[in-house]
């Protein structure tokens, strides 16, 4: 199975990306929404973890543009909010 792994932080991102290396999956990343939005947009996934607080746009931007574009891999929204 093919991510795309989108998170900013530089450090749960090479967490995640070790977790599912490890589990076997096969992992692409993107640390902004405009990288994340193209490789959606241009690459097959078979899932995406996404966070929400991307630099550049945001994930929700980045996930209405995907649905809208017709891409329906899933999303699993992985975030951090203070309040």
Do not use: K
């Amino acid at each position: 199975m093919r991510i795309l792994l989108v998170e900013d932080d530089a450090a749960l991102r090479a967490q995640l990306r070790a977790a599912l290396l490890e589990a076997a999956y096969v992992v692409d990343e993107a640390d902004n929404g405009c990288d994340a939005h193209f490789l959606g947009d241009t690459e097959v996934f078979d899932a995406v973890v996404l966070d929400l607080g991307l630099p550049q746009l945001d994930g929700l931007t980045v996930l209405r543009r995907w649905r809208d574009a017709g891409r329906a891999m899933p999303v699993l929204i992985l975030t951090a909010r203070d309040a």
